[in-house]
């Protein structure tokens, strides 16, 4: 079964070549802004997964980093 | 002006109806109305007696218990930004994508507030934008008139079903049910380039990102990628310059509050992008908004907290304010350049500080350790954002206070 976290990888350096290819012709064209684009685009949703990932230690920690006053999140000292 | 609505039996409503993702020049009209708004008291009426089909898709909300509609431009795509967690924060409770639903869901929901992203307003999806020959910044890959329509709607208390645009595949999605909130935030590249929408909008905010400080901020986000290099991570920028100038960057008029992030001035040279110089540009004359100022409201003011009272580390703080002209517009503009090193110096300034919107003494400082791993949180980029959250706060409690007090503006005839 793929591994969606490397396909987009994988993705994301295909388009990097392409965009470079495509912008050597002419690095003002349309079709090089719409290839950087979609560079960005893809890069930009990788940073989002990989910030997703490392904050999935422990899902509890997750929730108590957003709401630090819910009751699940009371810290006691005895 | 009594407040009338007309609905017509057989036209489906704009809250159920898988329609509301054909584009609306098919001849949908969505939910005609016959209502006026009750701020402008003007009329709207669908011209379709004449048998012309309908070209311009009018749209303005008009009903009481209205949610907070705010809108965030910004060029980092969507999903849990800080300025997202921030804002949510301020009014309890964490932001989460819905349950159950789509794991590529861009939108989060916490208690209060519902923030979606506005890619999901996308008229081409990646294929069609690379067979048109358009960026996804160019007006022409998105769908205003379902915007308008959904924001409406969301403004008038009904929910919706909106589209899916989804980032990992490029594709769009089935639509999912959005609820009206008590704060909807739309988050995107053009939340303020549609006149319409900008007219549903309680308050509006835009992100700049000075050219120095998005290319720093991409070699942190991108280096670790396979394929990137800086000469790709430039050449992105540059490519996509064009389109962004043209038109994401005029929504700067039109925003009330713009948080400008540029290179410090305090270092030489500091092309790591780690110090900031942030200036938060505040619209006057804005209803329920009441711009910060430091000392003394009108004047000019440079300030450097660090001295004998206060203990900073290098390079410090420094502070300026000031009364401003912005592409047209009358501000004020409060800057800070340098960073936060402890808590000292973070209550310090904030009781410095004056219209900042706070209940109680240190709720900014509080704000700003509770997220202290957040990105931002030493320097004014954190401390701007909590701001603003608090602002926010402000317009959302004025629009229920004077719900309050008008109940019968709603009386139908």
Redesign the interface.
């Known amino acids: 079964m793929a591994n969606?976290s490397s396909d987009?990888?994988e993705v994301?350096?295909q388009r990097?070549?392409e965009?470079?290819e495509v912008?050597v012709a002419d690095?003002?064209s349309?079709?090089?802004?719409?290839?950087?684009?979609?560079?960005?685009?893809l890069?930009?949703?990788?940073?989002?997964k990989r910030?997703?990932q490392e904050d999935k230690k422990d899902p509890l920690e997750e929730?108590c980093?957003?709401?630090?006053?819910?009751d699940e999140c009371r810290v006691y000292e005895d | 002006m009594a407040n009338i609505k007309l609905t017509f039996p057989s036209s489906p409503s704009s809250s159920t109806s898988m329609q509301t993702l054909l584009p609306l020049r098919a001849g949908f009209y969505g939910a005609p109305l016959l209502s006026s708004s009750p701020s402008s008291g003007h009329l709207l009426v669908p011209g379709h007696s004449s048998g012309k089909r309908y070209k311009l898709f009018v749209c303005t909300a008009s009903s009481t218990e209205q949610p907070v509609i705010i809108g965030l431009a910004a060029d980092?795509?969507c999903?849990?930004s800080t300025f997202m967690?921030r804002l949510?924060?301020v009014f309890?409770?964490?932001?989460t994508p819905p349950k159950g639903g789509n794991p590529d869901s861009n939108t989060l929901i916490s208690d209060t507030t519902t923030v979606i992203c506005l890619d999901d307003y996308h008229s081409l999806d990646?294929n069609g934008?690379?067979r048109e020959?358009?960026?996804?910044?160019d007006p022409r890959a998105n769908n205003f008139d379902l915007m308008c329509e959904q924001v409406k709607a969301i403004k008038e208390g009904r929910p919706i079903e909106k589209p899916i645009y989804n980032?990992?595949t490029?594709l769009l999605d089935p639509p999912e049910t959005i609820l009206p909130p008590k704060i909807f935030v739309i988050e995107g590249l053009h939340p303020m380039f549609d006149a319409r929408v900008r007219e549903l909008l309680d308050f509006s905010i835009y992100l700049d990102i000075s050219d120095e400080v998005k290319f720093a901020w991409?070699i942190q986000?991108?280096m670790a990628?396979?394929?990137?290099s800086l000469e790709?991570i430039k050449?992105?920028i540059?490519?996509?310059k064009?389109?962004f100038d043209a038109y994401i960057d005029p929504q700067k008029q039109h925003a009330d509050v713009v948080i400008q992030v540029l290179p410090t001035r305090l270092i030489p040279d500091d092309n790591e992008g780690k110090i900031l110089r942030v200036r938060m540009i505040m619209k006057e004359g804005i209803p329920n908004f009441k711009p910060v100022y430091l000392f003394d409201e009108g004047s000019t003011i440079s300030w450097i907290p660090c001295g004998r009272k206060l203990t900073c580390s290098y390079p410090g703080i420094q502070f300026s304010y000031g009364p401003d002209v912005y592409y047209d517009n009358e501000v004020s503009v409060l800057e800070m350049d340098g960073q936060f090193d402890k808590l000292d110096e973070l209550i310090y300034v904030e009781s410095h500080l004056s219209n900042l919107s706070t209940k109680f003494y240190g709720e900014i400082t509080q704000q700003m350790l509770?997220?202290a791993?957040f990105p931002g949180s030493n320097n004014g980029t954190g401390f701007f954002q909590t701001v603003v959250g608090l602002k926010i706060r402000d317009v959302y409690e004025a629009l229920r206070a004077e719900e309050a007090a008008t109940p019968l503006k709603s009386a139908k005839a």
């Open positions: 969606p987009i990888k994301l350096s990097i070549k965009a470079e912008c690095s003002s349309r079709e090089c802004a719409v290839a950087w684009d979609e560079v960005e685009e890069s930009a949703e990788i940073a989002h910030v997703k929730f980093k957003d709401a630090p006053e819910a | 980092s795509g999903g849990k967690r949510t924060s309890g409770g964490a932001a990646r934008r690379k020959n358009v960026t996804a910044l980032h990992v490029g991409k986000r991108d990628e396979r394929g990137h790709s050449a992105s540059a490519a996509r064009p389109d509770k997220h791993d």
